[in-house]
């Protein structure tokens, strides 16, 4: 059974950074995507960036320039570096890794407010 569990959100001010992450465990897959998705209150889950396993990367136009996504394979972790964080940013940021099937992690709480 795959097991995705983030950490890494909590409440920043406007410009301000934080850095996700995302480790899988008992995945047994050795290609396969991860990516980072966030929903809003009131709003549908959106794509945020994603990874494959050869290194492309994807990122919504809404945080291209400020975020990066990257991986560390041999730990079966994801990471999203969150820069210049405004206040749509916040969300709930969930992390996905995709194999045939879809696995999703529990999210964690990104709330930007002065």
């Known amino acids: 059974q795959v097991q995705l569990v983030e950490s890494g959100g909590g409440l920043v001010q406007p410009g301000e950074s934080l850095r996700l992450s995302c480790t899988a465990s008992?995945?047994?897959?050795?290609?396969?995507?991860m990516g980072w998705y966030r929903q809003a209150p009131g709003k549908q889950r959106e794509l945020v960036a994603t990874?494959?396993?050869?290194?492309?990367?994807n990122y919504a136009d809404s945080v291209k320039g400020r975020f990066t996504i990257s991986r560390d394979s041999a730990k079966k972790t994801v990471y999203l570096q969150m820069n210049s964080l405004k206040p749509e940013d916040t969300a709930v940021y969930y992390c996905?890794?995709?194999?045939?099937?879809?696995?999703w992690g529990q999210g964690t709480q990104v709330t930007v407010s002065s």
């Open positions: 990874i494959t396993s050869g290194g492309n990367t």
């Open positions: 996905r890794l995709v194999a045939g099937l879809n696995y």
């Open positions: 008992g995945s047994r897959f050795s290609i396969y995507t």
